[in-house]
């Protein structure tokens, strides 16, 4: 309830409305874009460039369901044409951060070692399970939905999210090494 009447707001002018969906939103937008494209400078211009996109089109938006998972599909499509023009470079060298609430350091620095071993797993999968792994988990999309975005049948997508996730705990687990 509370993304219909930011989207509202955002229609009628408020900025403070559209920074809270920004700030509601671009932690996990960035997450699946850098998964998707290995890069963190290429998935921060998506992720600006799937706000910009937002922002433009407000004006005939109109809200059926979840304003993240229409904004996560934004995002997974802004990066699959980055991709198809081959404007992104396969580059994960920087280790990622998350922003998160513990104030541990240990804490903190234990949950960034696993999220640069989930990144690190990421990238060893072809990018069509990598793809629907992150829309399924990340953006919480159904796999018909998924499917159906990407124009391949629902068992295509089952088998590609299955694939995918067997072989990230091979990875995870020491089982496959590349």
């Not at 990066?79 to 513990?102: F, H, M, W, Y």
Request: proline content about 3%; some cysteine; overall charge positive.
């Amino acid at each position: 309830m509370e993304d219909k009447i930011l989207v509202l707001k955002c229609k009628q002018g408020s900025r403070p409305a559209l920074a809270r969906i920004y700030e509601k939103y671009k932690a996990n937008l960035l997450l699946l874009a850098m998964a998707l494209l290995n890069d963190r400078a290429s998935a921060e211009d998506i992720v600006h460039d799937v706000f910009v996109a937002f922002v433009d089109n407000l004006k005939g938006f109109r809200l059926t369901g979840s304003l993240r998972a229409y904004l996560m599909t934004c995002t997974a499509n802004k990066a699959r044409d980055a991709l198809r023009t081959s404007r992104v470079r396969c580059n994960l060298g920087e280790p990622v951060k998350i922003e998160q609430s513990a104030q541990d350091p240990l804490d903190r620095m234990v949950c960034n070692e696993q999220v640069s071993l989930l990144a690190g797993a990421l990238e060893q999968l072809p990018y069509e399970q990598r793809e629907i792994v992150m829309l399924h988990i990340q953006a919480d999309l159904p796999l018909r939905a998924i499917a159906r975005e990407l124009g391949i049948s629902a068992n295509t997508a089952k088998s590609r999210y299955r694939y995918g996730v067997r072989k990230l705990r091979l990875i995870l687990n020491g089982e496959v090494h590349t």
